[in-house]
């Protein structure tokens, strides 16, 4: 899996919620959020934002490109 | 168009580099990623991973989340 980031779990747990409940915020179906937790899908870029902003991160911690999670705005 | 990010043509032309130039540096042809710019396609994780890399910015600001155009690592 070329783009698997498990942040995206991890960001999800440490926050309690369930798939279902970020799928909601996302409004889409559990099984389609599903597939970006697991990497079988790429997460497209205004997936990436609204998570981002759910989170309170950046995307680039998302990616996996810096370990501070804080938002650098 | 939903996913238009239009700092990745004000990037490129910052640094002085051709659609060209940035195709190759991430293995494509040029009017594939003159798609990217034109906002006609979404922008896959990967790529917008190695344009804030050829930059030397984050993917927030590519993505419009921040106006600090400096790595946030």
Same mark, same amino acid.
């Given at each position: 899996?070329?783009? *698997?980031?498990?942040? +995206?779990? /991890?960001?999800?747990? %440490? ?20 597939? *970006?937790?697991?990497? +079988?899908? /790429?997460?497209?870029? %205004? ?27």
């Amino acid at each position: 899996m070329d783009n *698997y980031y498990p942040r +995206i779990k /991890d960001l999800r747990e %440490d926050h309690d919620m369930t798939q279902q409940e970020v799928a909601e915020y996302l409004m889409m179906k559990q099984p389609q959020y599903s597939r *970006y937790e697991r990497g +079988i899908r /790429d997460i497209p870029t %205004d997936i990436l934002i609204k998570l981002a902003r759910l989170y309170k991160t950046t995307t680039d911690y998302i990616l996996g490109l810096t370990d501070n999670i804080s938002t650098n705005k």
